[in-house]
C-alpha cells in the first residue's frame, strides 16, 4: 500500500476517530502523520490544498485527498485483512452507522458550542444558541445511557465515535461533568478508555 498521509490536530475528535481506527486496523505504521494547527478563524494553507472544506482530518493517499471522518475511517477499514469496524450487514450495521451519527452530532454540537464562548467576541456571544447546543448534547447523552449495552462488545465504528465524543467532553467541557447524570454510559466509556488505541490518542489538556 502506498504510504498514506494524515492531516490532523492531537485536540480533534475527529482526527482521534481516525487514529483510533488507524491503530485498531493495524494501519497507524503506514500513515504519516502530519500535525496542524487551524480553527474557523484561522486557516490552514496546507489543509486548504488538499480539503476544499478547509477542516481536518484530511488522508492523503494514491494522490487522492479523503475527507471527512467518516469516509477516511470506511477507506481505512476496507484495507486490512482483519475484523472489521463497519459491520458488513444486518441490524449490526445499522446500529453501528446510527452510533457514529449520534456521537458525530453530539461533536457537531459540542464544537459550535465551543467556537461560541471560545472565539466569538464576547459582546457578540447568543447564550440561546450556546444553550440549544447543550440541550443536543444532552439528548445524545441520554439516547446513549439508555443504549449503553449495545455499545458492548468489540469495537466498531459506532462505539470508537462515542468514544471519542465523549473524549472531547472531558477535554472541553469538564464542568460539565456528564458522568454524574448518565452513569451506565460512564461505566461503559471507563472500560474503553483503557484500551491501547484509546489511551494513545488521548488529547493534551488545555
Known amino acids: ?107 457537531d454540537a459540542a464544537l459550535l458550542a465551543r467556537y461560541e464562548g471560545a472565539l466569538r467576541p464576547e459582546e457578540k456571544r447568543w447564550s440561546d444558541w450556546s444553550k440549544g447546543q447543550m440541550k443536543k448534547i444532552e439528548g445524545v447523552l441520554t439516547q446513549l445511557d439508555a443504549e449503553a449495552k449495545a455499545l458492548k462488545g468489540k469495537p466498531t465504528i459506532g ?12 477535554l472541553r467541557f469538564a464542568a460539565f461533568d456528564w458522568r454524574a447524570r448518565y452513569s451506565k454510559l460512564a461505566k461503559w466509556f471507563a472500560a474503553i478508555a483503557k484500551t491501547p488505541s484509546m489511551k494513545a490518542t488521548v488529547p493534551p489538556p488545555g
Open 159 to 170: 462505539t470508537i465515535s462515542v468514544a471519542c465524543a465523549l473524549g472531547y467532553l472531558d
Open 1 to 107: 500500500m502506498a504510504r498514506m498521509k494524515l492531516y490532523y490536530s492531537p485536540a480533534s475528535p475527529y482526527a482521534r476517530k481516525v487514529r483510533v481506527m488507524a491503530i485498531e486496523t493495524g494501519l497507524d505504521k503506514k500513515i504519516e502523520m502530519v500535525n496542524v494547527a487551524l480553527s474557523p478563524v484561522a486557516p490552514n494553507a496546507d489543509v486548504d490544498k488538499h480539503n476544499p472544506i478547509g477542516k481536518i482530518p484530511v488522508l492523503s493517499v494514491k494522490g487522492m485527498d479523503l475527507f471527512d471522518s467518516p469516509v477516511i475511517c470506511e477507506y481505512l477499514d476496507s484495507h486490512h485483512k482483519g475484523r472489521k469496524l463497519f459491520p458488513r450487514k444486518g441490524r449490526e450495521r445499522w446500529m453501528a452507522l446510527r452510533q457514529q451519527a449520534m456521537a458525530d452530532g453530539l461533536l
